[in-house]
């Protein structure tokens, strides 16, 4: 059956410009230049995006002379499922418990049907759940398994650091960089089997172009101009160079497959001080869960971390989605997956208006970590 994605609920313009963003933003300071992950990173193909390291993922392991089945969770953004429907896979959903693990009862029933071929798991916002357990079940099916580290950085570089820590044997697993760190752009993928991607970079020109708006060059020149009634957005003008033609798909395009990251990604991504980050995220959740007390509002999802999550966000279920306006509304950059695909699946159809996303990112100041403290704990029905 067709995929049918959801509309969109809200739209950015309708709420100020955020002083607490969703993700971190580009400091120089923030780089460790003595230290380079090369050897960590070695075997990582570094794509334009997480949904082109999907894609590309979907091709390698396409299976020839047969119809490909995949099953997806329900609860998702269509950056994930689009590759696949570019790729003419048959998509199914299987459904989420309302802590988003997996139901692995139901799980084993859909694969029951005999004909799925690959299985996507989702470490959603940087959360461990029962994943390595359906990995393991999966292990025993006749599927490609392919581990979603969008949100979880951590977890997917520890299939190359020699960290000692056991990871679970997958066919591919993607990430997505610019979730966690400061780049433009950025995908991640690690195949286990060798395949050949053909992945071309942009010109120099437009890398330069790219560092100079990663540094906040046109951002500056924009401003200056709109002080002198010459008001031009540069950063849509950037923006507007470094995207492509449309396709019938929202998120998803055909030149993701074949598109490099800007190698400032890969620079920027190898220099990254990823111990440190992991440890002020995991505070930052806990400053955070622990001082919002507003169950009028909602609760979070998790309570508390285990050793192996590194929130990419704090995913809180609001008692009624009026909340996420008034919040937006305060300058809080809250997300929330808003177009998921129609399912059975009726905690996802659920989630989509009340699970949030609330930044807890490294580079949150503590009068930041208090105002969103606040203003959810000031927040009345
Ligand atoms: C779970 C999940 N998978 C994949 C993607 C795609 O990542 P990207 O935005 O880097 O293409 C996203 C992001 O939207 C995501 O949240």
Same mark, same amino acid.
């Given at each position: ?54 894609? @590309?993922? #979907?091709? =390698? /392991?396409?299976?020839? %002379?047969?119809?490909?089945?995949? !099953? ?20 199914r ?90 780049? @433009?752009? #950025?995908? =991640? /993928?690690?195949?286990? %089997?060798?395949y050949?991607?053909? !992945? ?8 330069a ?44 395009q ?14 920027i ?47 809180? /279920? ?38 949030i ?7 949150l ?17």
């Amino acid at each position: 059956m067709a995929v049918k994605f959801l509309n969109p609920l809200a739209d950015a313009s309708q709420f100020p410009t955020p002083s607490v963003t969703a993700t971190p933003k580009f400091r120089l300071r923030d780089l460790d230049l003595a230290q380079h992950a090369k050897g960590d990173v070695r075997e990582t193909i570094f794509t334009r995006n997480g949904r082109g390291a999907i894609g @590309i993922a #979907g091709t =390698a /392991l396409r299976k020839e %002379n047969r119809k490909n089945v995949i !099953l997806i969770p329900a609860y998702h953004c269509p950056a994930l499922v689009e590759p696949f429907i570019w790729l003419d896979y048959e998509i199914r959903f299987y459904p989420v418990k309302a802590d988003l693990t997996v139901d692995t009862s139901l799980l084993k029933k859909a694969i029951c049907a005999g004909d799925v071929t690959h299985c996507v798991v989702v470490r959603y916002f940087g959360f461990g759940q029962n994943n390595d357990e359906v990995i393991q079940f999966l292990h025993s099916q006749p599927v490609e398994i392919i581990e979603d580290c969008a949100h979880s950085l951590f977890r997917f570089v520890d299939h190359f650091a020699d960290s000692g820590k056991q990871v679970p044997d997958v066919s591919a697993s993607i990430c997505s960089i610019n979730k966690i760190l400061p780049t @433009i752009d #950025g995908g =991640a /993928l690690y195949l286990k %089997n060798k395949y050949e991607a053909k !992945l071309t970079h942009v010109g120099w020109l437009e890398e330069a172009k790219a560092c100079a708006f990663i540094v906040g060059i046109p951002q500056f020149v924009g401003r200056l101009k709109a002080r002198f009634k010459k008001s031009k957005n540069e950063t849509a003008g950037v923006c507007a160079e470094l995207s492509e033609e449309d396709s019938h798909l929202r998120y998803f395009q055909p030149i993701d497959l074949v598109s490099a990251s800007y190698r400032n990604t890969k620079s920027i991504f190898c220099h990254s001080n990823l111990k440190l980050i992991r440890k002020k995220r995991r505070r930052n959740f806990e400053y955070i869960v622990n001082n919002i007390n507003n169950p009028k509002v909602g609760a979070p999802l998790f309570n508390c971390l285990k050793d192996e999550d590194i929130p990419y966000v704090i995913p809180f /279920l609001l008692t009624d989605e009026c909340y996420f306006y008034q919040i937006r509304k305060k300058g809080i950059q809250i997300l929330r997956w808003e177009e998921v695909a129609v399912s059975d699946c009726s905690i996802s159809q659920d989630y989509r208006s009340r699970l949030i996303q609330i930044p807890c990112h490294q580079q949150l100041s503590s009068s930041q970590l208090n105002f969103i403290v606040d203003t959810f704990n000031q927040l009345r029905p």
